[in-house]
């Protein structure tokens, strides 16, 4: 168990539709990753916030959107859903979030779009 | 930009067998290199990394990885495999220069040992 928890485990939803994933980082962790798993497109890293602040960008599309909160959880807004973002999002979190920091990882949301 | 290249979808041995998982990268600066396994339905768990240093990092569960910069290489290894080893496997980098923390994965490599 790395510490870090999402919910929910799985989401069913429509095409069109919208949906938010929320994540808790390990306890002390300021800095929060979001990652999309498809069998396409495999591992890509989405966004990262530090403290409550977007620190990167990666390939993220402009229907989802992510923030971080005062205690430091996460939520990833997925909005206008479309077949192809059916995947699993994992959500990471980190000490510092500088580039020697690792990365541990929730166990993902699966989400379907039907 | 930074990239990670794992050439083998696959890789088969016999339990109690070495085993290696290859892994190349490609960055501007200095990397940081990591190795993560995915158990099915799960997660991705941290195995080990590479920031500076001795090139041969030890990590989680007996496995340990080599870093090569001539070869710009960074291949997993374990002496004796078990059954239980079988998972998918993601090498990942993270260049030196740049803002934030991305890592860019690479595709995963799938270890299969056989009894």
């Known amino acids: 168990d790395s510490g870090v928890t999402q919910t929910p485990k799985h989401l069913i939803t429509a095409t069109g539709q919208r949906v938010t994933l929320r994540c808790s980082p390990r306890?002390?962790?300021?800095?929060v990753y979001w990652y999309q798993q498809s069998l396409d497109q495999g591992l890509q890293f989405l966004i990262q916030?530090?403290?409550?602040?977007?620190?990167a960008k990666g390939n993220i599309l402009e229907r989802f959107s992510a923030q971080q909160f005062p205690d430091l959880h996460s939520e990833l807004n997925l909005s206008s859903l479309e077949l192809g973002d059916s995947a699993l999002y994992f959500c990471?979190?980190?000490?510092?979030?500088?580039?020697?920091?690792?990365?541990?990882f929730g166990p993902g949301t699966r989400l379907t779009v039907l | 930009a930074q990239s990670v290249a794992q050439p083998e979808d696959q890789v088969n041995v016999a339990e109690g067998n070495p085993l290696t998982v290859k892994c190349t990268y490609s960055?501007?600066?200095?990397?940081?290199l990591f190795w993560y396994v995915q158990y099915p339905n799960r997660g991705l768990q941290f195995l080990l990394k590479?920031?500076?240093?001795d090139n041969l990092v030890k990590g989680s569960y007996g496995f340990e990885a080599e870093f090569n910069k001539s070869q710009t290489s960074f291949h997993l290894k374990k002496p004796s495999a078990l059954v239980s080893d079988s998972a998918l496997y993601f090498c990942?980098?993270?260049?030196?220069w740049g803002a934030g923390n991305m890592l860019t994965f690479g595709g995963g490599t799938r270890l299969m040992v056989k009894p």
């Open positions: 990942a980098v993270r260049d030196s």
């Open positions: 306890s002390g962790d300021l800095s």
């Open positions: 990471a979190s980190s000490a510092t979030g500088t580039g020697a920091d690792t990365q541990y």
């Open positions: 590479y920031i500076t240093g």
């Open positions: 960055v501007s600066g200095n990397p940081y």
């Open positions: 916030y530090y403290n409550g602040e977007e620190r």
